[in-house]
């Protein structure tokens, strides 16, 4: 096996094992609750979880499923601060989408976030396409992420 399937697989199985409450607990965000696919949004505290704290984050790209973001660590005021994740691919095959719209500062209680799911295949063929499926993929300054490539 490559390493970048290695890695993939680890980032699959951490962003799983993070988010032990991966069951959609809500319906989608706002942004996301008229896009085809939307599934629903779970609780997701990252690797780095800084318990009881209030963190802030910008997100690259928003909610576009067919873009790979980075949600980007920021202080209050939104200097970056050197801590991220990446979107990713759920091991039932749905995308992990941050939110809530591109560069716009936010902050999560308990530094806990809330990001949206969606169905590759449902986003893709609404948008007359026969597929799709969730694929890693790059989204610098992240290390990997992961978007909906439709067929």
Not at 24 to 41: I, N, R, T
Not at 72 to 81: E, L, S
Request: hydrophobic share 35%; charged share 15%; net charge negative.
């Amino acid at each position: 096996m490559n390493y970048l399937k290695k890695v993939a697989i680890l980032f699959c199985v951490a962003f799983s094992a993070m988010s032990v409450a991966g069951d959609h607990h809500e319906g989608p965000s706002s942004g996301a609750k008229d896009m085809p696919g939307a599934k629903g949004v779970f609780t997701f505290q990252p690797n780095d979880w800084l318990e009881g704290q209030r963190s802030f984050w910008k997100d690259s790209d928003g909610i576009a499923p067919g873009v790979a973001g980075c949600h980007i660590g920021t202080d209050a005021n939104g200097v970056a601060n050197g801590r991220m994740f990446g979107e990713a691919c759920l091991p039932n095959g749905l995308l992990v989408e941050s939110n809530p719209g591109k560069d716009i500062l936010h902050s999560h209680s308990n530094d806990t976030g809330h990001p949206d799911t969606f169905d590759c295949k449902a986003w893709c063929t609404d948008a007359g396409n026969t597929g799709g499926m969730c694929v890693i993929a790059a989204a610098p300054p992240c290390e990997q992420s992961a978007k909906c490539v439709c067929s």
